[in-house]
């Protein structure tokens, strides 16, 4: 399917056939493509740029296709990382996390830090935790092999 070119997000860099490897999605999801490009919200005289992904209801497309500063596309890949490799030792608490110090890292960024923790404020969190982490056993495949990638393709690039 083509990504529209008349909306504010302008593609410069797509893949139109998302929709065939979208994790445990594919084939039966609405997203049908990612889009690399200038920003839906640029002003005169500031070019940004930013990641896309598009979303078609089958009659049009959908206001929910999100729209991502790249900067915040590999935020959110490093959030996921650290979060991927806290629960393969989480296993050594009791309850998948020390409610003492929910606290698990810290990843400097940009002269600060973003802090990554449990949500010991969900009043659900014991439940969900194990239902997470149920969940991350049970794409383990799916993620592997996009992390196998990822790897890859930073190790090309010289990280």
């Given at each position: 399917m083509k990504i529209p070119t008349n909306?504010?997000?302008k593609p410069v860099i797509v893949a139109k056939d998302y929709s065939r490897i979208d994790g445990k999605y594919a084939y039966a999801t609405?997203?049908?493509?990612?889009?690399?490009?200038?920003?839906q919200w640029n002003d005169r005289g500031k070019v940004d740029i930013s990641a896309k992904i598009w979303r078609y209801t089958g009659q049009k497309w959908s206001r929910q296709s999100e729209e991502l500063p790249l900067h915040r596309v590999l935020d959110l890949a490093i959030f996921?990382?650290?979060t991927l490799k806290y629960f393969r030792d989480a296993y050594r608490y009791p309850k998948l996390y020390n409610p003492e110090k929910p606290q698990f890292d810290r990843v400097g960024i940009q002269g600060d830090a973003?802090?990554?923790e449990v949500c010991t404020d969900n009043e659900k969190i014991d439940e969900d935790i194990l239902l997470f982490s149920?969940?991350?056993?049970d794409d383990s495949e799916l993620l592997g092999e996009r992390l196998s990638v990822l790897s890859r393709l930073l190790k090309d690039m010289g990280y």
């Amino acid at each position: 399917m083509k990504i529209p070119t008349n909306l504010k997000h302008k593609p410069v860099i797509v893949a139109k056939d998302y929709s065939r490897i979208d994790g445990k999605y594919a084939y039966a999801t609405d997203v049908q493509g990612l889009s690399a490009g200038l920003a839906q919200w640029n002003d005169r005289g500031k070019v940004d740029i930013s990641a896309k992904i598009w979303r078609y209801t089958g009659q049009k497309w959908s206001r929910q296709s999100e729209e991502l500063p790249l900067h915040r596309v590999l935020d959110l890949a490093i959030f996921v990382c650290d979060t991927l490799k806290y629960f393969r030792d989480a296993y050594r608490y009791p309850k998948l996390y020390n409610p003492e110090k929910p606290q698990f890292d810290r990843v400097g960024i940009q002269g600060d830090a973003m802090t990554m923790e449990v949500c010991t404020d969900n009043e659900k969190i014991d439940e969900d935790i194990l239902l997470f982490s149920q969940a991350l056993s049970d794409d383990s495949e799916l993620l592997g092999e996009r992390l196998s990638v990822l790897s890859r393709l930073l190790k090309d690039m010289g990280y």
